[in-house]
């Protein structure tokens, strides 16, 4: 079974400032790694993923994340965040060969004028 | 391009009643699942439905089931409402059983009292 813990519910930014949002798994066999974004009363939108290749992954809003599998994590950052960055973030990972997202609790990010 | 879309948005049931809840595909996807989301909590996988046949299940109760039908839109029923099945629901589909990316709907809120 995989697991995945994202260690902080919360992470309160000035705007411009950088963030990093953490993101820990467990699993005993290959998985895909993956970050969603949900907006207030929206549902979940893929930010990024990793599946194999190159393990820095960037989506097209500037983030990036960072297969390190020594650690087993998958980290998000951005270098420079927006007001419109405030939302939950959710890492998940997927066997490589199964159909279920197993998520983390969240991270709530709230970015301040 | 049609995206994901569920009903009813919102919903108030008591306990020990019945509830369906109903998603319609992205155009052209075939496989279809559905997540719970409690609140201050990441979705957690129900189960999964490849052309019409149960393809995965979480660990959900039998109370919970659903129907894909040949046009691919979906049902997730809930007989016997207890509280904590209070939570949002998320219907995801995806063009493919084990590879594809999940698109997601703006989910279902269920409240129970």
């Known amino acids: 079974a995989q697991s995945v813990t994202q260690l902080d519910s919360q992470v309160p930014v000035f705007e411009e400032a950088p963030v990093e949002l953490r993101c820990n798994y467990s699993s005993s066999v290959s998985v895909y790694l993956f970050w969603y974004v949900q907006y207030p009363n929206q549902g979940l939108q893929l930010l990024l993923k990793y599946l194999s290749g190159s393990t820095l992954v960037e989506s097209i809003n500037g983030f990036e994340a960072e297969f390190n599998k020594s650690q087993t994590s998958f980290h998000l950052r951005k270098p420079s965040v927006h007001i419109s960055d405030t939302a939950e973030y959710f890492c998940a990972v997927r066997r490589a060969a199964g159909n279920k997202l197993t998520f983390g609790g969240g991270t709530r990010v709230l970015v301040k004028p | 391009e049609t995206g994901v879309t569920q009903s009813p948005t919102h919903l108030i049931k008591t306990r020990g009643q019945q509830v369906t809840l109903r998603c319609s595909s992205q155009s052209g996807h075939n496989t279809v699942s559905w997540y719970q989301q409690a609140l201050g909590q990441g979705p957690q996988f129900i189960f999964q439905y490849y052309r019409e046949e149960e393809n995965g299940r979480g660990n959900f109760p039998p109370r919970f089931s659903g129907l894909q039908f040949p046009n691919y839109s979906s049902e997730l029923n809930v007989n016997a409402l207890e509280l904590d099945d209070s939570a949002l629901y998320l219907c995801?589909?995806?063009?493919?059983?084990?590879?594809?990316?999940?698109?997601f709907g703006e989910g279902s809120r269920l409240t129970v009292l």
């Open positions: 995801a589909s995806s063009l493919s059983s084990d590879t594809g990316e999940l698109f």
